[in-house]
Structure formats: structure tokens, C-alpha cells
């Protein structure tokens, strides 16, 4: 089906109207899209990339500087958001590789910064117990962590990340579950 450009004011169009806009460089639609959902994808790659806060809004950039790419190969399968989780769920799996080898190499060095130690305050514990589960979530396994993060956090359903991932569900459910068993044991709970 050839693209068409899609009339109307971007506020009164739906998601998939504007993601058929991206598609044929309308770059009013990528800022509607943007608007819509910047929010939900900057929280969705802060609970999957265990990234450094200056680096989620590159990480939101890059995704959305990915959308009009992408948006040639939207076939409806999924909603918008889904989609848009697909596509930060790649930009988080380079980002994490690069991280690893640029850690290696600063490790290998011995530049990596040591963190500071906390004051003992309650909302210091709490912070730091809000911080060790973000750790705990950063370090499962990327296919762990990305199911947990769609399916917990995120609320998507089993069968929509299933579609998104290209796995049964049933797969899924086991990741969830070993993903929920790991982060038990990280924090200090039983597995």
C-alpha cells in the first residue's frame, strides 16, 4: 500500500495516522508523536537501560530520531507504544554494549568512578534501597530485563511483548519469572 499524507491537525490524528505521517517525513508528525509519548519511553528506558541520568535523554533522542525510519515497517500488529518500546528496546540493547565496553576498558585503567557513601538517613536508606533495585534491574540478563521491564513495569501485555520480541509466551512468562527470581536474590530476599 503506497504512503499518503494524512491531513489534519496532529492533536485530532490517531497513533497510527501519525506514525504513517513520520513515515513520509512529516516533521510535525515526529513532534506530535514525540509529545505523546516521550514521557512513557523516557520511563521505559530508565527502568531497562540502568543508565546514567545524563544519558536517558540522548537514549530518548536516538529513539525518536529512529522513528521515521521505522515507520515504513509499521504494520498495526502492535499499538504505537508497544512499537515505540520496540524500537528504545534496540537503541537500549546498542547502548548497553557500548557501555560494556567502554566499562572494560576504564576498568582496565583504573578510572572508573567510585560511588560516594551514603549519610544513614531514613531517606537516604530509602533512596539507596530505590537505587540497589535499579542496579538489580540493570544487571539481569538483557532478555530478562527487557521482559520484566515491558511486562512489570510497564504494563504491556504477555502476548503483545511475546509479538514484539519475536518469542512464544510461554517464554516470556519463564523470563518474567526467572527475571523476578534473580532481582529476589540481588536485593537480598530468598530466590
Excluded at 107 to 122: F, L, N, Q, W
Excluded at 130 to 140: D, F, V
Aim: some cysteine.
Amino acid at each position: 500500500m503506497p504512503l499518503q499524507r494524512p491531513t489534519g491537525a496532529a492533536e485530532e490524528m490517531s497513533d497510527e495516522a501519525i506514525v504513517a505521517a513520520c513515515a513520509v517525513g512529516e516533521i510535525v508528525a515526529l513532534g506530535a508523536l514525540f509529545d505523546r509519548y516521550h514521557a512513557n519511553v523516557h520511563r521505559f528506558i530508565a527502568r531497562n537501560a540502568g543508565a546514567d541520568d545524563r544519558d536517558l535523554d540522548d537514549l530518548v533522542q536516538a529513539t525518536f530520531e529512529a522513528v521515521p525510519r521505522a515507520a515504513r515497517g509499521f504494520d498495526g500488529r502492535s499499538t504505537v507504544l508497544t512499537w515505540l518500546f520496540g524500537i528504545a528496546n534496540n537503541i537500549v540493547r546498542h547502548h548497553v554494549r557500548s557501555e560494556a565496553r567502554r566499562r572494560r576498558l576504564t576498568d582496565r585503567a583504573g578510572e572508573y568512578p567510585r560511588v560516594d557513601a551514603s549519610d544513614g538517613t531514613a531517606t537516604v536508606l530509602e533512596h539507596e534501597r530505590a537505587a540497589r533495585l535499579q542496579r538489580a534491574i540493570a544487571a539481569l540478563p538483557p532478555k530478562l530485563r527487557e521482559v520484566f521491564v515491558l511486562v512489570y513495569l510497564e504494563g504491556v501485555s504477555g502476548p503483545e511483548v511475546a509479538r514484539l520480541l519475536g518469542a512464544r509466551e510461554g517464554t516470556i512468562w519463564k523470563r518474567l519469572h526467572q527475571a523476578r527470581a534473580a532481582l529476589r536474590v540481588a536485593i537480598g530476599g530468598e530466590p
